[in-house]
């Protein structure tokens, strides 16, 4: 499996442009609120913080100059279907381009050998649970777990480990039972 890093190597006509930089980030965080789409607006809102930036408009034109030299590339349009998972017709927009890469990554993370995966919260700014079972095609998501990352990762690796069901998740879950599982976890 690829990751960003490599995605976004193969695909740049120049790497070094700050533009890729935010665009990196960007999908970073694209792929926390996964499977739902992230919102442009809060993403260059919130690069406004980390880049240094006054406008996210700013920050947007830089992200689209990179997706805009990406399509220049007859390579990378190529490159594209993976992960769009169709032919591309017309150069994607910023967002779309977002969406398709963050999608891609965590499709690849999710059918991993685990059923769980970390999403996170933009309004509470908490971290939680999102299970997929392939069989079924049910998604059922725990959201707004926890404030920590490190938290949500030791439970998620519990949970993996263990190969809890997703019902004896959601008695655990209902009950309160997920300090049970932290503590074992760290044992």
């Not at 993370?109 to 059923?115: H, K, P, T, V």
């Not at 707004?144 to 998620?156: G, N, P, S």
């Not at 008695?171 to 932290?182: I, M, R, V």
Request: with cysteine; aromatic share 10%.
């Amino acid at each position: 499996m690829k990751d960003l890093s490599q995605i976004l190597a193969e695909l740049a006509n120049h790497g070094s442009w700050e533009g890729y930089g935010l665009l990196h980030y960007a999908i970073e965080e694209a792929i926390k609120t996964q499977p739902m789409p992230s919102s442009m607006d809060r993403l260059c809102r919130e690069l406004v913080d980390v880049c240094g930036k006054q406008n996210p408009e700013t920050i947007y034109r830089s992200i689209a100059r990179a997706v805009d030299d990406i399509w220049a590339r007859p390579e990378s349009r190529l490159l594209l279907r993976e992960y769009y998972r169709r032919e591309l017709v017309e150069k994607p927009t910023p967002d779309s381009f977002i969406s398709a890469v963050a999608r891609y990554l965590w499709d690849s993370q999710a059918n991993g050998s685990s059923i769980y995966q970390i999403t996170y919260d933009y309004a509470s700014r908490r971290y939680g649970v999102i299970i997929h079972t392939e069989s079924s095609q049910v998604w059922a998501s725990f959201p707004a777990i926890t404030e920590d990352l490190a938290r949500a990762e030791r439970i998620v690796r519990f949970l993996r480990r263990n190969n809890v069901s997703l019902e004896d998740f959601k008695d655990f879950y209902l009950s309160g039972g997920l300090q049970t599982l932290e503590t074992k976890d760290r044992a």
